[in-house]
Nanobody
């Protein structure tokens, strides 16, 4: 069974940075799309970024393009999200997601099969 465990969330002031990690276990598929979603209180889930594995092709939401960077360490089955120039509107619970057996990525929530429990990020002004 695939398990995704996020870490690295916390509180930061606007303009600051955080790095999220997602450790994946139970991996059997040789190709997949992995990504990050977020959900702020009272709002719908939003796809933030995703990356093909092992290909490394990434996509980003317009709201984070140029500020966030998704990356992966395939040897460690670990996904990262480097978040720079954080804004109060980035405050949300961030979820790691995975869709096995694909070579492309999409940012729709229905695309992903596996979800982590989430890690909270709070950005204060």
């Amino acid at each position: 069974q695939v398990q995704l465990v996020e870490s690295g969330g916390g509180s930061v002031q606007a303009g600051g940075s955080l790095r999220l990690s997602c450790a994946a276990s139970g991996i059997t598929a040789s190709s997949a799309c992995m990504g990050w979603f977020r959900q702020a209180p009272g709002k719908e889930r939003e796809g933030v970024a995703a990356i093909t594995t092992p290909g490394g092709t990434s996509i980003y939401a317009d709201s984070v393009e140029g500020r966030f960077t998704i990356s992966q360490d395939n040897a460690k089955n670990t996904l990262y999200l480097q978040m720079n120039s954080l804004k109060p509107e980035d405050t949300a619970v961030y979820y790691c997601v995975r869709r096995p057996h694909v070579n492309i990525c999409r940012l729709g929530p229905e695309f992903f099969r596996y979800w982590g429990q989430g890690t909270p990020v709070t950005v204060s002004s």
